[in-house]
């Protein structure tokens, strides 16, 4: 199965320039944000694991870099992808384009 059909084109964002400590709060209403430089170009996926227990006071100090799936790609993949990187979700790109995010919950604890 491929997963067009499960990529979330209804993301929120956020800044890489944004406080850490404002995600905390933001995290109970969304679990991840589409990380926008400064030039509003989607560059990663930040999720509540990536910022708790960091010193880390801004989002560009984060770990929000994700492995990248495309949208022809399969579950199987993605979720190959996932389990090596230990992360719920991917960034979706279709060539150089941000086509949105691949979140699997129950993948959550990897």
């Known amino acids: ?9 209804d993301y929120l964002t956020v800044s890489i320039l944004e406080d850490t400590r404002q995600m905390h709060m933001w ?6 944000y589409a990380v926008m430089d400064e030039h509003l170009k989607v560059v990663g996926i930040i ?6 227990n960091t010193t880390h006071q801004q989002v ?4 929000f870099l994700k492995p990248v799936i495309a949208p022809g790609q399969t579950v199987f993949e993605a979720l190959e992808l996932m389990k090596q990187a230990q992360t719920e979700c991917l960034p ?14 129950f993948f959550a604890d990897v």
């Open 60 to 63: 560009i100090d984060c770990d």
């Open 27 to 32: 995290f109970a209403m969304r679990d991840y």
């Open 92 to 105: 979706v790109y279709d060539g150089d384009d941000f086509a949105g995010v691949l979140y699997f919950r």
């Open 47 to 52: 999720t509540p694991k990536d910022v708790e």
């Open 1 to 9: 199965m491929k997963i067009d059909l499960l990529i979330d084109k």
